[in-house]
């Protein structure tokens, strides 16, 4: 007996993988932010008739900004690990239903 394949599509397997690949990219930006010391200059890009300019971020700002990443890929993976539980709980219930109705079959 086959155990019935899984009604993820490709799409949405990949939009686990997404969530999971974002949640690292933050991870690795909250820190390099957390590991700043010294202000950040930041200089803009002038454009038609705006003068250009820049901006000096503290290091408790950087480190504010830091620990916002880091919380957000915290929930990221939660939401990531919740999902795939979830997905697998579904699939196994699917399973279990699909082989009880392949033993009634059989029994009939």
């Known amino acids: 007996m086959k155990a019935p394949k899984s009604q993820d599509s490709p799409a949405r397997a990949s939009d686990l993988k997404l969530i ?3 949640a690292v990219l933050l991870l690795l930006g909250g820190l390099i932010l957390l590991s700043a010391s010294q202000p950040v200059v930041a200089f803009h890009q002038s454009y038609r008739y705006l003068p250009s300019g820049a901006d000096v971020a503290s290091p408790g700002l950087l480190h504010f900004y830091g620990f916002a990443g880091l919380v957000a890929s ?3 993976f939660r939401l990531y690990i919740k999902v795939r539980r979830q997905r697998r709980s579904e699939i196994e219930r699917l399973s279990r239903r699909h082989t ?3 033993n009634d079959d059989e029994r009939a």
Request: charged fraction near 10%.
């Open 100 to 102: 009880a109705k392949t």
């Open 20 to 22: 999971l690949v974002l």
């Open 74 to 76: 915290f929930l990221l």
